[in-house]
């Protein structure tokens, strides 16, 4: 099993930024991708941003050129720089880790609250 802690959510106002931090007890060893997902109210859960275990990323073409997502492999962190953002980037975001074998895992979530 893996444990994944997520920080870094909170409340603010448009054109604002913040920083999510994810951390999986998974310290040291290789995997296949972390990222995160997010959902928002009366939405389904929705990719935002992965990074591969070699630093290949993927993005959401709604949060391309606001976000960044970065990885320390070998701590098994994953980080998401938010900029600009916008109302509708208010939702709860998860971290998600994807094992080599294909098992993927989910944290509990963490709220970002944009104001306009």
């Known amino acids: 099993q893996v444990q994944l802690a997520e920080s870094g959510g909170g409340l603010v106002q448009a054109g604002g930024s913040l920083r999510l931090t994810c951390t999986s007890s998974?310290?040291?060893?290789?995997?296949?991708?972390m990222g995160w997902y997010r959902q928002g109210p009366g939405k389904q859960r929705e990719l935002v941003a992965t990074?591969?275990?070699?630093?290949?990323?993927n993005y959401a073409d709604s949060v391309r050129g606001r976000f960044t997502v970065a990885g320390d492999s070998a701590k098994a962190t994953v980080f998401l720089q938010m900029e600009t953002l916008k109302p509708e980037d208010t939702a709860v975001y998860y971290c998600t880790y994807k094992s080599l074998y294909g098992y993927e895992y989910w944290g509990q979530g963490t709220q970002v609250t944009v104001s306009a």
């Open positions: 990074v591969t275990y070699n630093g290949v990323t």
């Open positions: 998974r310290n040291g060893v290789r995997f296949n991708s």
